[in-house]
C-alpha cells in the first residue's frame, strides 16, 4: 500500500540491545510481519541460541534442522536453511538451533570470524531472484562473535528500548560497542532507529524514560511507542506474531504504524537527497 512504500535496495537491521528481556525478539518478529502484511518480502535471521524469532515465527527449529550454525560454521549458503513462515508467504526465518549456544566458541577459531554472516548474506541476495526488501537479525544479549557477526552483516542498527527501568543506563555499552565495529569492521553501520516498547503511559517513569531518550536520540526515536500488552506476550505460544494473533489489536496495530515510519522515513530521506542533488 501507498502507507509502507518498498524500499528500492535491502535494508538489513541489526536488532540489538545487550541486555536480555527489553524486547529485542518481539519486536524482531512484530516488525518483519508487519512489513511482510505491507507487501515486503522480510528475512529474519535467528542469531539466538534460544530460538525464539523461530519459534514465534512457526518455524522448525529442533536440533536436526539446518540453521543459521551451519551456514556460519559449515559454510551452509543461506538459501539452504531458510523457511518460510506459516504466517505469510513473504515472510522468511533462518531459524537457530541449541547447536549456535556453541558457535560463540567455535567461531574464535574460524577464518575471518567476523565477517562469516555478511559474506553469506552477501552471497544469498545477490544470487535471488527476487527483490528481498528487508533483513531484521535478532541478536543474543550478549555482545560476544554472534552480535558482532550481526553488526558487520547490518546497514542499520535498531535499537528496542523498555521503558521501564532507567533505559540510558547501560547503553553507553552498546554505543561504545557500534563505535568500534564502525571504526575497524563495518564503517557504513549507523544507529538509525530506535522504539520505545512496553510502554505504560499511565506510569511517570516511562514517560521521563522516553522524554529522555527522545532528547538524547531525537530523530532516530519513531514517533511510534509500543505498549505493553497482553496479546503481544500471548502470541509467541501460539506460533505467532501478534500481527496474525491479534490483528486489530492495539499491539498489531502499533507494529504496523511503526513499519509505516520506518518506511516512510526511508524514501523521505531519499527525496531529500534528490532535492539536494
Ligand atoms: P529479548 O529478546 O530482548 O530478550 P523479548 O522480546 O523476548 O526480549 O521480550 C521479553 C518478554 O517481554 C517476553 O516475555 C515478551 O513476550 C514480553 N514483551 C515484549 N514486548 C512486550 C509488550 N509490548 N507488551 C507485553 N509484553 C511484552
Ligand atoms: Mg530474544
Keep these: 500500500s501507498n502507507d509502507v512504500p518498498l524500499p528500492d535496495h535491502t535494508r538489513v537491521f541489526t536488532v540489538s540491545n545487550q541486555k536480555g528481556g527489553v524486547g529485542k525478539t518481539t519486536t524482531t518478529v512484530n516488525m518483519a510481519a ?5 507487501g515486503a518480502r522480510v528475512l529474519v535471521i535467528d542469531l539466538d541460541p534460544q530460538g525464539n524469532a523461530s519459534t514465534a ?3 522448525p527449529h529442533s536440533a536436526d534442522v539446518p540453521s543459521v550454525y551451519d551456514v556460519l560454521i559449515d559454510d551452509f549458503p543461506l538459501s539452504d536453511v531458510i523457511q ?5 508467504e513473504m515472510l522468511f526465518c533462518a531459524p537457530s538451533t541449541i547447536h549456535l549456544a556453541g558457535a560463540e566458541i567455535e567461531l574464535v577459531s574460524q577464518v575471518a570470524r567476523e565477517h562469516r554472516l555478511r559474506t553469506a548474506l552477501e552471497a544469498f541476495l545477490e544470487s535471488a531472484d527476487e527483490t528481498w526488501h528487508y533483513v531484521f537479525i535478532d541478536c543474543p544479549p550478549s555482545l560476544g562473535l554472534l552480535t558482532i557477526n550481526a553488526f558487520v552483516a547490518a546497514r542499520e542498527v535498531f535499537i528496542p528500548i523498555q521503558c521501564e527501568y532507567y533505559a540510558l543506563e547501560g547503553l553507553s555499552q552498546l554505543l561504545g560497542s557500534i563505535e568500534l565495529i564502525q571504526k575497524h569492521l563495518n564503517p557504513s553501520l549507523a544507529l538509525t532507529t530506535i522504539l520505545l516498547t512496553m510502554f505504560d ?3 511517570n517513569l516511562a514517560n521521563q524514560v522516553a522524554d529522555d531518550v527522545r532528547a538524547h536520540f531525537t530523530d532516530r526515536v519513531l514517533q511510534t511507542v509500543i505498549p505493553r500488552a497482553v496479546r503481544i506476550s500471548e502470541a509467541p505460544s501460539f506460533g505467532q506474531t501478534v500481527i496474525t494473533y491479534d490483528p486489530a489489536g492495539v ?3 502499533s507494529y504496523l ?6 518506511a516512510r522515513r526511508e524514501s523521505t530521506s531519499h527525496q531529500d537527497k534528490e532535492a539536494r542533488a
Excluded: D, M, Y
Design 57 to 59: 515465527l512457526g518455524v
Design 84 to 88: 518460510q513462515s506459516p504466517e505469510n
Design 34 to 38: 508487519a512489513f511482510a502484511k505491507a
Design 201 to 203: 503511559g499511565r506510569t
Design 251 to 253: 499491539g498489531a496495530v
Design 257 to 262: 504504524e511503526a513499519a509505516a515510519e520506518i
